[in-house]
Nanobody, 116 residues
Framework: QVQLVESGGGLVQPGGSLRLSCAAS????????MSWYRQAPGKERELVAT????????NYAASVKGRFTISRDNAQKMVYLQMNSLKPEDTAVYHC?????????WGQGTQVTVSS
């Protein structure tokens, strides 16, 4: 059974940091590209960042470039999103995604709220 379980979300003040984690199971993790997406209320889901099977970050959204860092640990089947200098506009549900060929899996998401 494929599972992607996100954690690490919460309430943080503007300028603060959070580290999101995504634990994967039930599939061959190291052949899947992994991504973080986010969806804010009333908005479409948007790609935040992708990391290749070899651990090369790609496709950072312009709005997060220089503030967010995606990483992965193939041995532990984990993917992370380090978020620094958070802004209120980063408030959203953050979802982990695994993609290989035509296959794509999603986690349930973790809420991130940036507010004073």
């Amino acid at each position: 059974q494929v599972q992607l379980v996100e954690s690490g979300g919460g309430l943080v003040q503007p300028g603060g940091s959070l580290r999101l984690s995504c634990a994967a199971s039930g599939f061959t993790f190291n052949i899947y590209a992994m991504s973080w997406y986010r969806q804010a209320p009333g908005k479409e889901r948007e790609l935040v960042a992708t990391i290749t099977t070899f651990g090369v970050p790609t496709n950072y959204a312009a709005s997060v470039k220089g503030r967010f860092t995606i990483s992965r640990d193939n041995a532990q089947k984990m993917v992370y999103l380090q978020m620094n200098s958070l802004k209120p506009e980063d408030t959203a549900v953050y979802h982990c995604n695994a993609k290989y060929g035509s296959g794509s899996w999603w986690g349930q998401g973790t809420q991130v709220t940036v507010s004073s």
